[in-house]
T-cell receptor
Framework: ETGVTQTPRHLVMGMTNKKSLKCEQH?????MYWYKQSAKKPLELMFV???????ENNSVPSRFSPECPNSSHLFLHLHTLQPEDSALYLC????????????FGQGTRLTVV | GESVGLHLPTLSVQEGDNSIINCAYS??????FIWYKQESGKGPQFIID?????DKRQGQRVTVLLNKTVKHLSLQIAATQPGDSAVYFC???????????FGQGTELSVKP
């Protein structure tokens, strides 16, 4: 148990569906992140939030829309995705200070059909 | 641009042997590095970290070596066990805490 919980663990959605991924951290951290992990590729940073403010958007398509209502919760809203968006989506949190590790959730395995 | 990569995609070792997993990075300004372990169906888990003012750091059965001259990082696992089978990622931290750039990963298989 890393203190970062993601739901759902698995999600299958059609290209016209709207769904949301949820992440919750119980570590008192101030920074939260979304990463995408595709097969045989490095983890790709998508979004960074510090103290609920988005500080980085790594050129992510607008069909992915993050939301951070407070420092403990992070959402990723999905709309009109493509099959190539199928991947493992990982949430992470950290203290936000320099030179500290990030703690990851178990991920949501997303399949777009 | 910044990138972190691993030399080998797979590594197979005999149980009880030592394992060495390598990583190269390109950003000479990077000052913090982490090794993560990812087991099947799980998120990455922190193993060990090292700051750029150090050359070596030891943990329980693991050692990380940093060679800043050639921008090379390695993870050594002593007496490798079946439970060590996983994908290992090195990651480089930017000047913002927790923002990590990951390498491609090395899949370690331990043969009994």
């Amino acid at each position: 148990e890393t203190g970062v919980t993601q739901t759902p663990r698995h999600l299958v959605m059609g290209m016209t569906n709207k769904k949301s991924l949820k992440c919750e951290q119980h570590l008192g951290h101030n920074a939260m992140y979304w990463y995408k992990q595709s097969a045989k590729k490095p983890l790709e940073l998508m979004f960074v939030y510090n103290f609920k403010e988005q500080t980085e958007n790594n050129s992510v398509p607008s069909r992915f829309s993050p939301e951070c209502p407070n420092s403990s919760h992070l959402f990723l809203h999905l709309h009109t995705l493509q099959p190539e968006d199928s991947a493992l989506y990982l949430c992470a949190s950290s203290s936000g200070q320099v030179d500290t590790e990030a703690f990851f959730g178990q991920g949501t395995r997303l399949t777009v059909v | 641009g910044e990138s972190v990569g691993l030399h080998l995609p797979t590594l197979s070792v005999q149980e009880g042997d030592n394992s060495i997993i390598n990583c190269a990075y390109s950003n000479s300004a990077s000052d913090y590095f982490i090794w993560y372990k990812q087991e099947s169906g799980k998120g990455p888990q922190f193993i060990i970290d090292i700051r750029s003012n150090m050359d070596k750091r030891q943990g329980q059965r693991v050692t990380v070596l940093l060679n800043k001259t050639v921008k090379h990082l390695s993870l050594q696992i002593a007496a490798t066990q079946p439970g060590d089978s996983a994908v290992y990622f090195c990651a480089e931290s930017s000047n913002q805490g927790g923002k990590l750039i990951f390498g491609q990963g090395t899949e370690l298989s331990v043969k009994p």
